[in-house]
């Protein structure tokens, strides 16, 4: 989840981005909420399982996982260099 904060003249602008989860199933307040189409409410128990089953197939090493908010200037390319050509 992501929170930034605008101002305007006319006042304050407040923008949360709610991602979705890498690793579903999510619970809230002790149940798991799904959306389909138009319909919102708990999820099923088959729903569950589904959800269960697809957070085991995405399920990745640290070293395959993405590094957000990471850069260039973060990397110690001068180590990486020092390994690979010693």
């Not at 389909?36 to 957070?55: D, G, N």
């Not at 085991?56 to 990471?70: E, H, I, M, Q």
Request: aromatic residues 8%.
């Amino acid at each position: 989840m992501t929170v930034e904060k605008f101002t305007f003249e006319g006042g304050d602008l407040l923008v949360a981005e709610v991602q979705p989860s890498e690793f579903p199933p999510v619970r809230y307040r002790g149940r798991v909420w799904v959306r389909v189409r138009h319909r919102k409410s708990p999820a099923s128990e088959m729903e569950e399982k589904i959800l269960t089953e697809r957070r085991l197939s995405n399920v990745r090493t640290y070293d395959a996982k993405p590094c957000l908010g990471a850069s260039l200037k973060d990397l110690g390319i001068s180590l990486i260099k020092e390994r690979v050509f010693t």
